[in-house]
């Protein structure tokens, strides 16, 4: 198999081979690569003229750009050790610092956002977008955060819809609810299962009196349908 050269120098472009190598090729290898040194912040640039394959994932600045732990073909890591430890899951998206870091076998999580998902191992079907949302959860899935911080406490509850930055404080195995909350984390209104819950009066207009909600307690007043 053909092996290519490595690129080296300061000031000139030098070509390094080492042992019985392929050398064929090497002409239009460097006619694609530049080294530039005259650059705003005085630092070598690589620059490539034309189309680049990398056969892996690659580090730019510390950052990891490719497909993670497992180098399997449908996941997406982008961020400093984004699905780092992922053995067989596939299908994940963790972007940012820590995203899925800890994801082996879950698949098809979306996670965006700084330690986002950071706890997950083998859940599947998650989304979590915001800096630390979903941080505490690991085996849980079908649950969809949205908002910083926001579904802290669940680790092995799922199937929850949760909007609304800083709810934290959560069940370790709240499931199957729907909580809309404003961004200091005050829950507004919560489905827990059974019933809908609100911490806020409800009020309609003559215009939408028609279609206006009605609570449980008002249903729980009408005799015919207790």
Known sequence: AAKYPTVDGVNATVVKLTGNQNVSG?????DKILINKTNDNGVDRLQVNGSAEILGDAKINLITIGRGGGNLDGNLAMGRVALFRNTTGSDNIGIGLNSLVNNTTGSQNTSLGVASASEFTTGSQNTAIGAFTLLTQNVASQNTVIGCNAGQGI???SK???LGANVRG??????ENIILAIGNGAIKAQFDGTDWIF???????AATTANQVVVKSQLDALKPYK
């Open 160 to 162: 929850n819809t949760i």
């Open 170 to 175: 959560l069940s370790p195995t709240l499931s």
């Open 26 to 30: 090497i002409k239009a290898f460097l």
């Open 199 to 205: 911490n806020s009066k409800i009020s309609a207009t």
């Open 155 to 157: 680790t092995s509850g």
